[in-house]
């Protein structure tokens, strides 16, 4: 064969090389970070220690954990600026009706206490509150708490007056002695009592276990291209869990969450307290299809209702669509279980 063939021929070849060099890169050394907003809930803070153990890097994942305040992050949800978000089962109908649609991969906890009706000293049940005003944010989680409460007691919300306040400004509402109690969740909540001498809690998310889960949401579109690369997150999700629930973790556990937020870890044990996280075991009853709020399809329908009737948004969502239990099931059996 003639050399300038032969020369020719090794270009070729190596040229086809590079060519098939680059396409046989692994997508998750080539693909752009996963992008989670997450916000100031216990449930969610609890990312941080995946962060800071390297825990994501272990496992082959990149992943890009951006902070936000709680309705900003769901504004960088609806407007592509990130793959997922950590919502509350809730407010993730709400931007899916609104906006855009997501899928829960992940049940992280549900409000154990949290969130809470505070109330003035001279008010100690449910029932005193007839006749009262209620600071609230209208349509938001605290509201249904409110309702839900008020249901207990025999009342209904003909029976008060509902002040639609923001939630960050109900510690304020409170303490000025405008109204005569307040529906919140917590950093505000736990603000409120301190705000005002002798309030107390009269009714939290602990009577009413199920009725707020928090999870993680993620763009259809990024769980179909990138699923993968998601079933890790679930993954290093359940070895923050383990690390969390093992008790000889939990004095380094509240100095990273706490640092999250810059409080002492003593003034944030009570926040985790109020969160019940939930073990892979639960998460996976909690999965299970149900009417009751024992089940997160259950308490995403109750929610549903809710916001049909004050009108949030004007269609049903139905909860199937935005919950998918694969992937938790998939590392259960990863894990033998």
Request: hydrophobic letters at 45%; proline letters at 5%; charged letters at 20%.
């Amino acid at each position: 064969m003639p050399l300038t063939k032969v020369r020719t021929l090794r270009s070729l070849i190596g040229f086809l090389l590079i060519i098939v060099s680059v396409f046989s890169i692994p997508l998750s050394a080539s693909a752009a970070p996963l992008k989670i907003a997450y916000s100031d809930w216990p449930g969610w803070i609890a990312w941080e220690i995946g962060i800071r153990k390297g825990w994501f890097q272990e496992a082959g994942v990149d992943v890009e954990f951006l902070w936000f305040d709680y309705v900003p992050s769901m504004d960088a949800y609806v407007s592509g600026n990130v793959d997922a978000v950590c919502m509350t089962n809730g407010d993730a109908l709400v931007t899916g009706a609104t906006g855009k649609p997501s899928v829960g991969i992940l049940i992280n906890d549900f409000s154990n206490g949290n969130d809470m009706v505070v109330a003035a000293p001279t008010i100690r049940t449910m029932a005193d509150l007839k006749g009262r005003k209620v600071g609230l944010e209208m349509g938001f989680v605290p509201h249904l708490l409110f309702l839900t409460g008020l249901e207990k007691a025999g009342l209904s919300e003909a029976d008060v007056e509902i002040v639609n306040t923001p939630t960050n400004e109900t510690p304020q509402v409170l303490a000025s002695g405008a109204v005569s109690a307040i529906a919140a969740w917590q950093p505000n909540s736990g603000q409120a009592l301190k705000a005002l001498n002798g309030s107390h809690p009269i009714f939290t998310s602990a009577d009413a276990p199920g009725i707020i889960y928090d999870l993680l949401y993620v763009s259809a579109e990024s769980l179909e291209k990138r699923r993968a690369d998601w079933l890790k997150v679930v993954e290093v999700w359940y070895r923050i869990v383990d690390f969390i629930r093992d008790d000889a973790n939990l004095d380094e556990a509240l100095a990273i969450l706490a640092s999250r937020v810059k409080v002492s870890p003593q003034e944030y044990e009570p926040f985790l307290k109020g969160t019940y996280i939930l073990s892979l075991k639960e998460a996976l009853e909690r999965w299970k299809p149900g009417s009751g709020l024992g089940s997160v399809y259950g308490s995403t329908e109750y929610v549903d209702a809710f916001n049909l009737k004050y009108g949030v948004y004007s269609e049903s969502q139905p909860a199937a669509k935005y919950l998918d239990p694969s992937l938790t099931e998939e590392v259960a059996k990863m894990r033998g279980m």
